[in-house]
């Protein structure tokens, strides 16, 4: 049967008594950039893990790119990239080091590495910059060659965790216009979350909106603001969520580091 390239259903995790995802279902087309939504600890970051095999649901099921994210890991890790919230890359390498060391991570063929990582530095405008040590880049430089990095094993989907956290706004404005041309040119879809809410109405063509583990609204902006009564998608994300503040911890204090994960799990195959 032919899936749609993130489908969720009926996914529930549990630590102990606490549940940080609730019963969650949706689904993201192919080539749809999707924007995650929701205040702190209401369970987006448990889902990103969970989609992106670093924990298990307690209970429903997940599936990228038509593989069960639970029983084919192995498939469903070389389906997706992802930018992680927290800075990934090591900074006493070179820009091209750090591609490098993706590649061998995700198994890329040697012989087809060094045309790979020379054409994904160009797509980000850092092909200059290939030798240079990271402790040297900018944030947004950064983030570009992060994003270079999980386009490297050609996924079907990226995963862009807070990826403008802290950048200027002609960073932001830039690192969006990559992520558009990839999603047009590679029919690649893109799962992203962010606390930028204009960046969310203007570049998601859905959104999904978590609030205490649970999804309570799916839909186009207009459909958001219509079912919410209001003119903007921050008026209807207050609406749906509330405007009290948010304790800051993660979504379920699991303590897993992402980024430790990633590396650990890809290194198992």
Known sequence: ???????????????????????????????????????????????????????????????????????????????????????????????????????????????????????????????????SFIKTFSGGMRRRLEIARGLLHHPKVLFLDEPTLGLDTQTRNVLWDYVRKLSKSEGMTIFFTTHYLDEAEEIAERIAIIDHGKIVAVGTVKELTKKTKTKTLEQAYLKLTGESIRDETSDANDGLNMRSAMRIRSLRG
């Open 1 to 131: 049967m032919q899936r749609s390239a993130i489908e969720a259903e009926g996914v529930t995790k549990r630590f102990g008594k606490l549940v940080a995802v609730d019963d969650i279902s949706f689904k993201v087309d192919g080539g749809e950039i999707f924007a995650f939504l929701g205040p702190n600890g209401a369970g987006k970051s448990t889902t990103i893990k969970m989609l992106t095999t670093m924990l298990r649901p307690s209970s429903g099921k997940l599936y990228l790119a038509g593989h069960d994210v639970t029983r084919e890991q192995a498939w469903a890790r070389k389906s997706f990239g992802i930018v992680f919230q927290d800075p990934s890359l090591d900074e006493e390498l070179t820009a091209y080091e750090n591609m490098e060391l993706h590649a061998a991570l995700y198994h890329v063929p040697k012989i087809e590495q060094p045309e790979r990582i020379i054409d994904l530095l160009k797509l980000v405008g850092l092909s200059e910059r290939k030798d």
